[in-house]
Nanobody, 126 residues
């Protein structure tokens, strides 16, 4: 079993920044691809970013078009943690942000990911 714990959410003004963290523990989770999704009230959970795992730390990253150039995903394999640096935040970024992990790969479909955290709320005021 893999446990994922998110932190770092909060309230920020438009144009501000936040850094989300997701700590993973459990079965071989340090070499799992990981991702971030978000879900606003009344909307489906949507892909934000994902990062692969590489033994040489040459991880590949993937982003939704809506966050490209503003958000950056990274991972610290030693700490078994993945980060989402969010800059130039907009009110439409307001959502609950969820960390996901899967042993098999990175996906833009939420249903493809096996493990999920509980989520952390990000609220961007205008």
């Amino acid at each position: 079993q893999v446990q994922l714990t998110e932190s770092g959410g909060g309230l920020v003004q438009a144009g501000g920044s936040l850094r989300l963290s997701c700590a993973a523990s459990g079965r071989a989770s340090s070499n799992f691809p990981m991702g971030w999704f978000r879900q606003a009230p009344g909307k489906e959970r949507e892909f934000v970013a994902a990062i692969s795992w590489s033994i040489r730390n040459a991880h590949s990253t993937f982003y939704a078009d809506s966050v490209k150039g503003r958000f950056a995903i990274s991972r610290d394999n030693g700490e078994n943690t993945v980060y989402l640096q969010m800059n130039s935040l907009k009110p439409e970024d307001t959502a609950a942000y969820y960390c996901a992990a899967d042993p098999d790969g990175t996906y833009t479909e939420a249903r493809a990911w096996e493990y999920w955290g509980q989520g952390t709320q990000v609220t961007v005021s205008s």
